[in-house]
DNA sequence: GTGAAAGCGCTAACAA
DNA sequence: TTGTTAGCGCTTTCAC
């Protein structure tokens, strides 16, 4: 291949220098049209192509933005994923993805590598093995780089935040199962002491209180957030002597797992009434649907996205306390808790 | 905060040149024992932390990789990029994200801006729109860097491949299908003339042509990749006169579509077989359990990946064409087909 | 084993 | 409106 072609082969072509080039290709106004004309012309011709590592050496920007979060495997962080690359894409941004894997570790490593990039910046979900120990995060700041926290936030974390109200979520899901008739409601959740899953479980212990049940410990499974967790989870309910008449799956994957414990018992939904979380593309389509909360994952990626740029933009102004960004959950009834009352 | 401290910081500190403080943190053979700890221990003392833009721009070498596919929303690609980013990491390569959203002019658009970033090589995977024009492809082999296609690849694109013998993904459904003594067998899958649809629709016949049963036209359903497509294409086949008694969905979420149209007539899988592509992680679950084939995300993930390294390691030595990483789909019969024959 | 110095490609004062 | 000239932080010859 032939040696790429920098400003200085089109600023020798045109006879002028590399700074009016520069200036040419950046469109900055103290330029004539002509001479910008030239030069965007000769840059074409010689196939140039502008080298942004050299430019963010100089500027002090990358245009890339680091997403440090658990996996995409996991499809909420998927659609997030889909979402923040999307939006900051129409702003010029790039995308450094870094998966955690829900190591604190690796979550140590992933900032390291993002830092030492230069992302203009960081947004991140956290790990479940991250509880005390956030330094990392901190280092982020200290070198003076937007850090913005979505989804699994942390009380000790002075940082902008972008979440769904997870207390309001619980409270839903536990009320529309009251609302359908159900009382003797069982919850399948982690046992990871992560903040959004304390804040559901809360939720729904009020709605129940609100109800005037008061919660049963036995109907509170902590496990894994599998589909082998709800089914695990579910069959340890049903040997219970009070069985429950609905089961709440800490995200749609337990529900799943809920659903094929009770269909061995020939139960089906929504007999025993059973509604997950974060409504899974798959949710709406299976056989019963199963009922859900959004999580809005699209939306937050695009809520991050935007308050990233907007703490850009105003960098040099005042560096207040951002507001946090709560999304509203939003219920999905369908067939798995559709019970005439 | 403080301005962020340099090779200079250290060299300083220590007396001695940057040149020397280079060589020490890079490990680099003609290096006392004695001042490399020196630097190191002054390098943690210091907060020192690398500018790998900097370096980049002296190396040539970014170590960022970019990867280029449709969205991130379809899980296919997710686990291929979980899959990416977790090997390409522990090989020290960070990964660049673009979504295409099935769009040629974003695919180019793509293809620049990693170029542009200066990304050490692409992976991508085409867009639905792509059909004759690939010259941006041909850009980045112009510009000397790897590139390498996976999963819906292209005939006149002369890159390294990695994908799943498709014919033989079509054939196993098929052949599955026959083995469970269905004979009557529809399929429903993508418009778009994307290769690796055709193969497998390829296979499809091959199977059923070496069972003695010619094609029937009106059981091929050409729509689009969704629950609605499979829905709808379902509808279309339970009106012929003919019916089906069994059907293959272009992929899983095409097979939800399929079981819920055939549930609204009180059909329930195996009575009309049922099996998707992709195995999608909720195909397990559901009931009846979707029988399906699966397309190795993460194998592919991984294989692209291993390519990649090995591509950049003999990048010096022949430039020969690479042979094709062919996997294996494997076949996952379930419920969904598991009728006695 | 270490130092000196050039330079990667671009930006951004400061001059003119 | 354009040119001159330092760098940005690091790597890498070439000397010593």
């Known amino acids: 291949m032939a040696k790429k072609t920098t400003i200085y082969d089109i600023a020798k072509e045109l006879n002028i220098t590399v700074s009016t080039v520069s200036r040419a290709l950046n469109n900055i106004s103290t330029i004539s049209e002509s001479t910008r004309e030239a030069v965007l012309e000769m840059a074409k011709k010689l196939n140039y192509r502008p080298n ?12 890339i933005i680091g997403v440090l979060l658990p996996s995409a495997q996991i499809q909420f962080f998927a659609s997030v994923i889909h979402s923040l690359e ?6 010029g941004y790039s995308t450094l993805l870094y998966q955690t894997n829900e190591s604190l570790e690796s979550e140590k490593d992933g900032i390291s590598t993002l830092l030492e990039a230069q ?16 330094s990392h995060f901190e280092k982020v700041k200290e070198e003076g780089k937007p850090l913005i926290i979505f989804d699994r936030t942390h ?6 935040v972008v979440k769904i109200n997870d207390e309001q979520a619980g409270y839903l899901a536990t009320k529309h199962l009251l609302d359908k ?4 409601i069982a919850y399948i959740t982690t046992k990871h002491r992560i903040k959004i899953f304390r804040e559901r479980y809360e939720g729904y212990q ?3 209180r609100e109800a005037g049940i008061s919660p049963n410990p036995s109907y509170a499974i902590l496990g894994e957030l599998t589909v082998e967790g709800g089914y695990t989870g579910t069959n340890n309910l049903l040997r219970l002597k009070d069985r429950p008449d609905a089961i709440i799956g800490g995200d749609d994957y337990v529900a799943l797992g809920i659903i094929k414990a009770l269909h061995e ?7 025993i ?31 991050c996205a935007k308050l990233f740029l907007k703490i850009i933009e105003r960098k040099h102004l005042e560096e207040k306390t951002m507001e946090p960004v709560i999304l509203s959950p939003i219920l999905l009834p369908r067939e798995s808790t559709n019970r005439k009352s």
């Open 86 to 91: 999307k939006y900051l894409k129409s702003f």
């Open 155 to 160: 009380d000790n974390l002075d940082a902008p």
């Open 265 to 271: 018992q020939h139960i089906t939904p929504p007999s």
């Open 181 to 184: 008739g159900y009382r003797k």
């Open 119 to 134: 992302v203009d910046g960081i947004i991140a979900s956290l790990s479940l093995e991250t509880e005390e120990d956030i």
């Open 273 to 303: 009434g059973v509604i997950g979380f974060a409504n899974q593309n798959f949710s709406e389509h299976i056989i019963p649907s199963l009922s859900t909360i959004d999580q809005q994952a699209i939306q937050m990626g695009k809520e």
């Open 206 to 208: 009020k709605a129940l």
């Open 52 to 63: 942004k590592v050299a430019s963010s050496l100089t500027s002090g920007k990358t245009y």
